[in-house]
């Protein structure tokens, strides 16, 4: 019975779901997001040495890569590789930020955070050096 209930307000409104489906076409939702991300940006941008390293390097290798690959497929490994390094080290700065905020006291786990997102970290870049020394090897060995 509950589920029938559930059922009827999900195909016919009124009630939780409508609202769901009304917040699908929220644009200010949309637009605050974007707010965040910006912010967050700038965050990296201020507080991350690393991400601005890992900036600077998809800043100089990017177009470099967008000229290097022969098709979409090249183009899109060698430039996308870059934007993952970018994405973990934004995770890796997000984990790092929230175990400072836990506490300044030494933590077997809070190190272990730690180490584990700058293990992704060097995991990423192992992935760019990899997909850039393939495809750069086939194309002019």
């Not at 390094?85 to 400072?100: F, G, M």
């Not at 293990?119 to 393939?134: C, G, K, M, P, R």
């Amino acid at each position: 019975m509950m589920y029938a209930r559930r059922a009827s307000l999900i195909l016919f409104g009124s009630g939780p779901a409508d609202v769901a489906v009304k917040g699908l076409f929220d644009l200010s939702r949309v637009w605050r997001a974007a707010g965040y991300s910006a912010a967050g940006f700038r965050a990296a941008l201020k507080n991350g040495a690393a991400f601005r390293q890992e900036l600077a390097l998809f800043v100089i290798l990017a177009p470099l890569g967008l000229w290097l690959g022969r098709d979409g497929v090249e183009r899109s490994l060698l430039v996308g590789s870059l934007l993952l390094v970018l994405l973990v080290e934004l995770l890796n700065s997000a984990i790092e930020a929230v175990v400072n905020r836990v506490g300044i006291d030494h933590h077997v786990l809070s190190g272990q955070a730690k180490d584990i997102a700058s293990a992704a970290v060097f995991v990423s870049l192992l992935i760019v050096v990899l997909i850039w020394a393939l495809i750069l090897t086939d194309r002019f060995f």
